[in-house]
């Protein structure tokens, strides 16, 4: 009897602790549910932060985009008119003469800055830049991306070329040319030459930084060298006055109109950076 007492008792106690148990279970369920339910808002923030870079990605290749066609039509309209307008060739023939003129002795300097950025010479220095910057980079990416820079800008240029078809100065030299006068092909070169000399340098800055620790936030105490601070300075200010007296001499030279090197100098360094940025590994 008392055994069977006992029994019962136990069967009471066990009946009575069995909802605590499964508050217990309840409760672990709960911690898993909202375990999961943080997972998921966490998946969906880094899914919406995806998403907004992407749209925002994407939103700045269309400005960029927009901007290079916008310029190549206004070059284009620009070019169309300057051919038709009989009044703008004889002002800048003028220009032309009187270059020729006051500048005579800068004429073999003009031949040789000719045939500088021809393409048998720029051609060889394009891929001699391309090399610098794969072998500082080690990066496929930036090479093709410098090669963009040199070859888009360049076929643009021929295009509207193309398009205009603008006769070449009543020069005897400009009359030896068998080409379009508008815009001017060899100021387009340098340009493009000049923005993979200073893409060049930039990588090459880049490449001495990391070496010292210094990329991004280096103190001021431990910049570059000196030495390659003065010569970066020196090379940039050089290369970035190159494009405008390739421009003079073509115009001294005879065989290109003011207006012709002066929308080469607008055009390519806007369609230099605009494949620049497209063509950023990193985007």
Partial sequence: M???????????????????????ND????????????IGVATGQTAVQSATHAISRHRTSIGIVSLALAVVALAIVEGLILRSNTADHVAEMRLILAADARWVAFVPAAHTIAVCFSAVVAVPVIVVLLGVIWAVTRSAGQMLRGLAMAALPMAVVGLIKTIVDRPRPSTARGALMPDPSFPSGHTACSVVVVSLALFALQVIDVRIKDSRGLADTAPQSSRPPLIWRVLRTVLTVILAVVPFVVALSRVIYGVHYPTDVCTSLVLTPVLVWCVYRLCDPAR
Avoid at 2 to 24: C, K, M, N, Y
Avoid at 27 to 38: C, Q, R
């Fill in 2 to 24: 008392a055994q069977t007492w006992r029994q019962e008792v136990q069967e009471s106690q066990d009946i009575q602790g069995l909802p605590g148990d499964v508050a217990i």
């Fill in 27 to 38: 409760v672990a369920i709960n911690d898993v549910a909202i375990d999961d339910a943080a």
